[in-house]
């Protein structure tokens, strides 16, 4: 008997202290590292495309190499960050379903994440130097592998698409320093966009 005495002691004092009120250890989620981002800097983009813009001096341009790429489509390369941003680049000819072809399918591209994204939003807004140029500006937010889109034109004679894309299979919460770093470069690639003329 007196051995069941502190049994039925200990357990009282047990199921007390499993209270609602009391804190319960739980293991902290896995920390991210901090992210060291350099200072914005830019440069005009080199090269004979028919655009220019401002890129970041810590950025690569290359040729994009995709099969179904045209010799004016490039890639802005970040390879500390394991990202990059496809730029394309169509001439609108003279028929007007030419423009609107090329934003059904800017729209298109970017809505094929539609099934991932947590909330796609879209701004109108306007670009190139003097604010010239109409844009339209798409903002993702989920675990998908692109995160910022945008197109700019002049109505009439040329069309140029920005889509910022990672490498990396990391979770966005982990990276968001950087795409927001990344969508800096792409504001001010907007801004500074100007179109050459023959």
């Known amino acids: 008997?007196?051995?069941?005495?502190?049994?039925?002691?200990?357990?009282?004092?047990?199921?007390?202290?499993?209270?609602?009120?009391?804190?319960?250890?739980?293991?902290?989620?896995?920390?991210?590292?901090?992210?060291?981002?350099?200072?914005?800097?830019?440069?005009?983009?080199?090269?004979?495309?028919?655009?220019?813009?401002?890129?970041?001096?810590?950025?690569?341009?290359?040729?994009?190499?995709?099969?179904?790429?045209?010799?004016?489509?490039?890639?802005?390369?970040?390879?500390?960050?394991?990202?990059?941003i496809d730029i394309s680049y169509k001439e609108i000819s003279d028929s007007p379903d030419s423009l609107a072809g090329f934003v059904a399918t800017s729209h298109r591209l970017t809505f094929k994440h539609q099934a991932k994204a947590t909330k796609i939003e879209e701004y109108v807004a306007k670009g190139g130097k003097g604010g010239t140029l109409n844009a339209m500006l798409f903002d993702l937010e989920g675990e998908i592998p692109s995160q910022f889109h945008f197109y700019a034109h002049d109505s009439t004679k040329h069309f140029f698409r920005a889509a910022l894309y990672f490498n990396t299979a990391s979770k966005n919460d982990a990276i968001q320093p950087i795409i927001e770093y990344l969508k800096l470069d792409m504001i001010q690639m907007l801004n500074t966009l100007e179109f050459k003329e023959k």
Not at 35 to 50: I, K, S, V
Not at 63 to 76: G, L, R, T
């Open 1 to 84: 008997m007196k051995s069941i005495v502190p049994v039925i002691l200990v357990a009282l004092i047990f199921l007390a202290s499993c209270g609602n009120n009391e804190r319960v250890y739980q293991p902290k989620p896995k920390g991210y590292h901090r992210l060291a981002l350099p200072e914005h800097e830019y440069m005009p983009l080199e090269g004979d495309y028919p655009y220019t813009f401002q890129v970041s001096k810590h950025a690569k341009v290359e040729q994009d190499k995709h099969f179904m790429a045209q010799p004016s489509w490039i890639e802005v390369k970040y390879p500390e960050f394991g990202a990059e």
